[in-house]
Nanobody, 123 residues
Framework: QVQVEESGGGLVQPGGSLSLSCAAS????????MGWYRQGPGDTREAVAR??????????DSVKGRFTISRIFRDGAKETVDLQMTMLREEDTGVYYC??????????????WGQGTLVTVSS
């Protein structure tokens, strides 16, 4: 079992900043990629930012220059990743989900999602 927990959502005014954190814990052999996805009202879930343990990262065009994903780092028994969000816009509103991909056991593919954290950008 792998547990994925997000934190840091909330209400912020347009132009403001917010930080999200994701922690993955439990039984896994390795974590290869962690990323953030979001789902706005009436929208499908979309990738926002992703990073791999080899340092490769990607961002959605709509957040480039405004959002920064941290490297994956170990905090005790947890693998964690943060998302720094600046110059927030109303269209950034949505539920932000953390996605974790890796390996369980000898070679079983692992993918797990968190429950999501709500980000509301509004004046």
């Amino acid at each position: 079992q792998v547990q994925v927990e997000e934190s840091g959502g909330g209400l912020v005014q347009p132009g403001g900043s917010l930080s999200l954190s994701c922690a993955a814990s439990g039984s896994f052999s390795s974590i290869n990629t962690m990323g953030w996805y979001r789902q706005g009202p009436g929208d499908t879930r979309e990738a926002v930012a992703r990073i791999s343990t080899n340092g490769m990262f990607s961002y959605a065009d709509s957040v480039k220059g405004r959002f920064t994903i941290s490297r994956i780092f170990r905090d005790g028994a947890k693998e964690t990743v943060d998302l720094q969000m600046t110059m927030l816009r109303e269209e950034d509103t949505g539920v932000y989900y953390c996605n974790v991909q890796g390996v369980q056991g000898l070679s079983s593919r692992l993918e797990a999602w968190g429950q999501g954290t709500l980000v509301t950008v509004s004046s």
